[in-house]
């Protein structure tokens, strides 16, 4: 199992190797996790020096760049790979197993429980979809009336990494939504969620907050923010599973594997205000004077 050094700062990662870990003791394969140093597996030239020292029988990426999986690929063993990466080749030029989390699959859990709260004025904070994308989603739930906006956002390489900017461009979009849906991660979402109280920002009153999270987030035991996650142990179990098939049957082979999701619903999702409700309460002029803005 290949990790690097910043990963390892991440508690949601740590979870991960402690669930592939118990996987690989249950399958009875020794199970090696190993530290890179990041900058090898992004500078020219330099993979080659990983071997043999990585020599195995089968490998576990919880994360890589494409060079980093071409170079394990051309070694001709068993791969499998926790992530999906949009600039991946077709199927038949492919010889590992993804472990991966369908996102479209966590966009509609999400809107199916804001539906359900009546909420039709959304405001997403994600890095993949665009509001188009989203609508159409929304389109399969039922609803082609949703009123959607998107926030695109570089999505944190850690929980602990923060994109600052994400919570300036929160507050100067929010306008009649009813909804606010944070797909960053640990320490942006915190953030956001921080300024939004800071800008007194009635939540849940005016706005439903929730966010995307992981098990270990300080939101969900101690803001009590409402959330949608997976477990990130499954999906190491899921992935060292997968692994051991392979090792058994001797196969090289792709495809995919999806971890299912969990909703929590926290203090921070309510029903929506309607339309003229949200015009009296002008969110605008009141989350300007919470920020000092003028």
Request: net charge neutral; aromatic share 6%.
């Amino acid at each position: 199992m290949l990790l690097t050094e910043k990963q390892l700062e991440d508690q949601n990662i740590l979870d991960l190797v402690g669930g592939a870990i118990t996987a690989a003791s249950r399958q009875r394969v020794n199970l090696v996790v190993r530290q890179l140093d990041e900058r090898l597996t992004l500078a020219p030239g330099t993979l080659e020096q990983l071997h043999p020292g990585i020599e195995a029988d089968g490998y576990f990426l919880s994360s890589a760049t494409e060079r980093m999986r071409n170079f394990l690929e051309n070694l001709f063993k068993p791969c499998v790979v926790l992530g999906w990466n949009q600039t991946m080749e077709s199927i038949e030029n492919r010889r590992f197993i993804q472990v991966y989390l369908p996102m479209e699959e966590k966009v509609k859990l999400v809107m199916a429980e804001l539906l359900r709260l009546g909420h039709r004025r959304l405001l997403y904070v994600n890095s993949q979809f665009d509001s188009a994308h989203l609508r159409g989603l929304g389109s399969l739930l039922g609803h082609a009336d949703l009123e959607i906006d998107c926030i695109k956002t570089k999505w944190p390489s850690a929980s602990h990494e923060l994109i600052s900017e994400s919570a300036t461009q929160v507050l100067a979009a929010l306008r009649n939504h009813t909804a606010l849906v944070v797909h960053s991660g640990g320490a942006t979402h915190y953030n956001i969620y921080h300024n939004l109280l800071k800008s007194r920002v009635d939540i849940p009153g005016r706005l439903s907050l929730l966010i995307d999270s992981g098990r270990f987030d300080w939101l969900i035991s101690v803001g009590q923010v409402a959330s949608v996650f997976s477990s990130a142990a499954e999906e190491g179990a899921a992935c060292i599973n997968e692994l051991v098939a392979q090792l058994k049957t001797g196969s090289l082979k792709f495809g995919c594997r999806t971890a299912a999701y969990q909703f929590r619903p926290g203090l921070t999702l309510g029903p929506a205000m309607s339309r003229e409700e949200c015009e009296k309460y002008d969110l605008q002029t009141q989350w300007k004077k919470g920020i000092g803005l003028r």
